[in-house]
């Protein structure tokens, strides 16, 4: 097997298949790992030439991290990758007691042995955008800084309260910080002698930059890597112009099934938008409580009754916790430790029944949280890229593999992510159309 070009632990599940799609959109075969897999399976994909390891450490605690992220991590720098990148949100959303960057960037550079973590969080192709130092953020057409954002400045979990992304670090970790600039970077810049070393990204030209200071002058002393998806777009321009990379590849489309099964644990107005237009398009809602999902196993039975029972009726049904902001119940969950874990967990069993009971061959999970601790219970063992969704990157397609032996299509969708037709046009297998 030759020397893969990256390798990367995904904070979430739905930010893990975000980095399967920039990469193999750009011609570099990517498997995604559930859990770390054996020799075996890892054989199983022999033309791949980048690895990654699906996490929640973006919702869990620092202690969590430090029981749990070293042997990911050791485990990663066995492959002997060029790079090895910890995914994280593109909207940075953290704090010092839940998904705590800061402390998954120092157990990384333990592990790795290394001085220097650069960060690159901008990343235009999802319309994030970094500027002296500054986190951008679009939202219905408009781009915000993300401590204005309607959305992440009232994230139920870690709200975005500073735009400025070291400041915002600084609570997180003691390291020393220093930043290149979206100017400094289309020059010649310097490179700081600091701990964790920020570059901006707010245009192709700055990304191609970033992307070229990694790879010439970075890759060498600092092959771990921090930041969202925006790694892996800055990242593709030099391995093209290294002529590691060929064309990108073409991929057909999915097509259309009759019938899918949704589960949906976010509290997203854009969710919450999407969840509205299936309903008028074709899916049947089965609207669950929360808090009783979250500490009843009757709830979850009950549920999975009446998903059966919309598909007996040849729909598709659309099992929520929430229809948008308004109806969060995050206070009262706050009270209950690990309950949205739970509420996780069991809507993935939720979703495992109504696949497996009738056989469908194709399910979304909405939340980024959600997608997490669902996708765990379903028994899969890796997702490669099967349909990419160029108007709304992000959120593909994928295929599972090892889920009892039956051909089953997953598409993890982050709360902030998609068109209002999300759902109904991953039914239709078309991007781009909600046929």
């Known amino acids: 097997m030759t020397r893969p070009l990256l ?15 920039a990469l193999a959109t750009h011609d570099i075969e990517t498997v995604l790992f559930l859990r770390e897999p054996n020799e075996a399976l890892r054989r199983t994909f022999p033309h791949a030439r980048a ?22 991590f050791r485990w990663l720098k066995s492959l002997d990758a060029q790079f090895c990148h910890y995914k994280v949100c593109s909207t940075f959303d953290s704090a010092p007691h ?16 290394v001085k220097r973590v650069p960060l690159v969080v901008g990343a235009p192709q999802i319309r994030r955008y970094t500027a002296f130092g500054h986190l951008f953020a679009a939202y219905q057409g408009r781009v915000y800084r993300i401590d204005c954002h309607p959305v992440m400045a009232r994230h139920p979990v870690t709200p975005m309260a500073e735009a ?20 400094a970077l289309l020059g010649e810049p310097e490179i700081p002698d600091a701990d964790i070393l920020l570059i901006d990204v707010d245009d192709l030209p700055t990304q191609m930059a970033a992307g070229n ?20 777009y800055a990242l593709v321009h030099a391995f093209k112009a ?16 009759r019938q899918m099964a949704v589960v949906s644990g976010s509290v997203s107005p854009t969710t919450e938008r999407q969840i509205r237009h299936a309903l008028a398009n074709g899916f049947e809602g089965v609207a669950l409580d929360p808090i009783a999902l979250s500490s009843d ?37 706050s009270g209950s430790t690990g309950a949205r874990h739970r509420i996780g967990q069991a809507l993935g069993r939720i979703n495992r029944a109504l696949v497996e009971t009738t056989g469908l ?3 979304v999970i909405a939340g980024g949280d959600t997608s997490s601790h669902a996708l765990s219970e379903m028994g899969i063992a890796a997702l490669t890229l099967r349909m990419p969704l160029p108007q709304t990157p992000g959120s593909p397609l994928c295929t599972a593999h090892g889920f009892g032996g039956g051909a089953l299509q997953v598409a993890l969708k982050g709360g902030q992510v998609g068109h209002d037709d999300y759902f109904s046009m991953i039914r239709s297998g078309r991007p781009g159309s909600a046929a």
């Open 242 to 257: 290294a002529e590691l990379v060929g064309e990108r590849p073409v991929f057909a489309d999915a097509g259309p099934v």
């Open 361 to 363: 061959s194709r399910t």
């Open 297 to 333: 196993e009757a709830a979850t039975a009950r549920a999975i009754e009446a998903g059966l029972a919309v598909l007996s009726r040849g729909a598709s049904p659309l099992v929520y916790t929430a229809l948008g902001p308004s109806a969060d119940k995050g206070e009262a969950l």
């Open 164 to 183: 400025d992304v070291l400041r915002h670090l600084s609570h997180q970790t003691t390291l020393s910080f220093a930043s290149i600039d979206n100017v």
């Open 7 to 21: 390798s990367y632990y995904g904070d979430d599940f739905t930010g893990s298949t975000d980095v399967m799609e």
């Open 213 to 232: 200071l990694l790879w010439h002058r970075l890759r060498q002393s600092s092959p771990f890597l921090v930041g969202s998806s925006g790694v892996e």
């Open 98 to 113: 839940v998904g705590s960057i800061g402390r998954a960037l120092e157990i990384g550079r333990d592990v790795f042995g």
């Open 51 to 72: 690895f990654g390891l699906a996490g929640t450490s973006r919702s869990e605690s620092p202690q969590w991290m430090d029981a749990n992220l070293p042997s990911a």
